[in-house]
């Protein structure tokens, strides 16, 4: 395990580390520099099934609600790391705060580097550091993102926000709730996030989007709210008295 630095031009770089397993997460953290503990955002969602026009319908809640709450509370940024949906808005938003993509290894593409596997997607190049792990499937990062925020965020606080997403953002919500984590649901932003807005509203008919909608660690804010939302994410970042 080395930490080693993603070249992707253009005077932008990240460090990298490759993990096998979850014991190697201390140190592999440490050594990208992330050793000290900070609140963590992890952002999970809308991928490459996400629009032109759904990324633009979220740029102002981004600029004006997400990005402020995560300078407010000083936190560390953690997502999926390619470049693509949330992960790429997360990317080109990002203004000096740490920004770690956990990616399955034999999902991404590093620049200039081979790919693993058919259907593997570029690293989104504005993240900060990238940590590399095993698998071959999305979704096979999940478990890790979990773990990363955890161990960067103890004992601060950690919040999952859920903007958008398919059937791996259910599971990437539950995985938050069953670790006793707050999620943030943008709604208005589309797919599950409304899903899980109308099953809290009463809506029936999706089983995952109900089951999360009734666990109290669920907190829905709608994206034309940007003050909203703001003080949502602050107020959930912030360490109880």
């Known amino acids: 395990m080395k930490v ?3 070249d992707f031009g ?5 460090l990298a580390v ?3 397993q979850p014991g ?3 140190a592999a953290l440490h050594d990208l520099g992330l050793g000290t503990p900070r609140p963590v955002v992890t952002v999970v969602g809308g991928a490459g099934g996400m629009t032109a026009a759904d990324l633009d319908g979220l740029r102002a809640v981004m600029a004006e609600g997400v ?6 509370s000083g936190a560390t940024v953690v997502d999926g790391g390619t470049d693509a949906g949330v992960m790429r808005l997360m990317g080109r938003a990002r203004n000096g705060f740490p920004l770690v993509g956990v990616a399955a290894a034999a999902t991404v593409t590093l620049p200039g580097g081979a790919t693993a596997a058919a259907g593997a997607a570029p690293l989104e190049p504005h993240h900060s550091h ?7 499937e999305w979704g096979a990062e999940a478990p890790w993102i979990v773990d990363v925020a955890a161990r960067v965020a103890d004992p601060h606080p950690a919040v999952t926000v859920l903007v958008n997403g398919g059937r791996i953002a259910y599971d990437d919500a539950a995985r938050a709730l069953r670790a006793g984590r707050a999620v ?3 709604a208005g932003s589309g797919r599950a996030a409304d899903r899980i807005a109308g099953a809290r509203e009463g809506e029936c008919g999706n089983d995952p989007a109900t089951r999360i909608a009734g666990s109290p660690l669920v907190h829905i804010v709608q994206i034309s709210d940007t003050a ?3 003080a949502r994410l602050r107020t959930l970042l912030t360490p109880p008295s």
């Open 4 to 6: 080693f630095t993603i």
């Open 10 to 14: 253009a005077g932008r770089a990240a």
């Open 18 to 20: 490759r993990v096998g």
């Open 24 to 26: 190697e997460l201390p």
């Open 67 to 72: 990005i402020p709450a995560i300078h407010d």
């Open 130 to 136: 990238f940590v590399l792990t095993p698998g071959r």
């Open 184 to 186: 943030l649901v943008l």
């Open 228 to 230: 909203a939302v703001r």
